[in-house]
């Protein structure tokens, strides 16, 4: 069992940046690839950004490449998710999730998550 807390989210206006963090219970966090996702109202839920369980891989949405950066601290059983120039369609309750699987196909699929937190609302004000 993996027990997930995001925090970190709140009212930003546009080109600002906000850090995300996702603390994570139990002593097999290393052993699990981390996910984070986002939905809006009216929408359905969309990935955001992956990372291995080491670290070594990570991907991102077309949408938040080069904007967003997700990033882990094994020994504090964290994941982060660093955005910077934050645009109005940002504008989301932001999920993080963890998985057992691997591969960017794998990674980048939310029913291939088994835990979830219980989200942060970021909103992006123009």
């Known amino acids: 069992q993996v027990q997930l807390v995001e925090s970190g989210g709140g009212l930003v206006q546009a080109g600002g940046s906000l850090r995300l963090s996702c603390a994570a219970s139990?002593?097999?966090?290393?052993?699990?690839?981390m996910g984070w996702f986002r939905q809006a109202p009216g929408k359905e839920r969309e990935f955001v950004a992956a990372?291995?369980?080491?670290?070594?891989?990570?991907y991102y949405a077309d949408s938040v490449k080069g904007r967003f950066t997700i990033s882990r601290d094994n020994a504090k059983n964290t994941v982060y998710l660093q955005m910077n120039s934050l645009k109005p369609e940002d504008t989301a309750v932001y999920y993080c999730?963890?998985?057992?699987?691997w591969g960017k196909g794998t990674l980048m699929a939310h029913p291939e998550y088994d835990y979830w937190g219980q989200g942060t609302q970021v909103t992006v004000s123009s």
């Open positions: 990372i291995s369980w080491s670290g070594g891989s990570t």
């Open positions: 999730a963890a998985t057992t699987g």
């Open positions: 139990g002593r097999t966090f290393s052993s699990y690839a």
